[in-house]
């Protein structure tokens, strides 16, 4: 088990450009979460899928944030027009479902200069 | 209001020192979940512990429910044990998970 997988660990981007994130969940887990993690705001909480499903995208920004699930093996969140604010640390978790526990991937540290 | 709310914000102990961490949330939830962080790392399950009483070495992690608390106390307490202090809830209404904001450990020789 090599738990949850996300590429990159590191990503650089200039002012405008696109980011796509990657997560490979857990064999097995239905359900992919994806947040973000700055020192100001904490942990935020942004997708969920389950089952490949988008369940609750309340924490995702509107405009310029999008996330997929389109196989069980992988999500994206994709950030167009990369922003300064947008830099922050990005995690991925899986669960096996509800009442069940969740396991972190180690991030992707973004930064948008 | 915010759900889940950690106390202290932030604690320093000498080494061998026991340290209580507290986390209250103010709503019904499927699970509750201990986490723990280095600077700059992922985020490592501490414990899974939704109700009752969990322990594994020198940690220990009760929740009770109808209180709408949990603990986790930290015995003999060592340097490596410096770090930060999650607690998440997953709510019963959506099963979304919602952190607290932590506690701030730091262990001195």
Known sequence: NAG?????????????????????PISGHSAVFWYRQTIVQ??????YFRNQAPIDDSGMPKERFSAQMPNQSHSTLKIQSTQPQDSAVYLCASSLGKNSDYTFGSGTRLLVI | GQQ???????????EGENAELQCNFSTSLNSMQWFYQRPGGSLVSVFYNPSGTKQSGRLTSTTVIKERRSSL??????????????????????????????????VLP
């Open chain 1, 4 to 24: 949850v997988i996300q590429t990159p660990r590191h990503k650089v981007t200039g002012k405008g450009q696109e980011a796509t994130l990657w997560c490979e």
């Open chain 1, 42 to 47: 904490g942990l935020e909480f942004l997708t």
């Open chain 2, 4 to 14: 889940v709310q950690q106390s202290p914000t932030s604690l320093v102990l000498q």
């Open chain 2, 73 to 106: 106390h930290i015995s003999s307490s060592q340097i490596t044990d410096s770090g930060t202090y999650l607690c998440a809830i997953s709510l019963s209404n959506t099963n979304k998970v919602v952190f607290g904001t932590g506690t701030r450990l730091q």
